[in-house]
Nanobody
Framework: QVQAVESGGGLVQAGGSLTLSCTPS????????MGWFRQSPTKGRVAVGC????????YYSESVKGRFTVSKDTGKNTLYLQMNDLKPEDSATYYC??????????????????WGRGTRVTVSS
């Protein structure tokens, strides 16, 4: 059974930075496209940043472009989301999408059922 351990969430002031990590067990970060989604009480789960299995294609939502960077370290078998210039509206529970079915510059479609447990990010104003 594929699982993932996420870490790096927490409380930060607006303008601050956090780095989220996701380490899957059961496969490697190079096996499939992967990504980060977030969910708040008022919104459904939406894609934030995704990366293809080869690393050549990335997707970012318009609201985070220029502030967030998705990357991976194959040696550590870990997916990252570097979040800079955080805003209160970035507050949400962030989920690692262990497997993404389709990815493009304007598309990131998750394989539902392949999620990490989530890590909470709270940005204070």
């Amino acid at each position: 059974q594929v699982q993932a351990v996420e870490s790096g969430g927490g409380l930060v002031q607006a303008g601050g930075s956090l780095t989220l990590s996701c380490t899957p067990s059961g496969w490697n970060v190079d096996d499939y496209h992967m990504g980060w989604f977030r969910q708040s009480p008022t919104k459904g789960r939406v894609a934030v940043g995704c990366i293809s299995f080869g690393g050549g294609t990335r997707y970012y939502s318009e609201s985070v472009k220029g502030r967030f960077t998705v990357s991976k370290d194959t040696g550590k078998n870990t997916l990252y989301l570097q979040m800079n210039d955080l805003k209160p509206e970035d507050s949400a529970t962030y989920y690692c999408a262990i497997r993404v079915l389709r990815i493009g510059p304007t598309l990131c479609e998750p394989d539902n059922g392949y999620w990490g447990r989530g890590t909470r990010v709270t940005v204070s104003s």
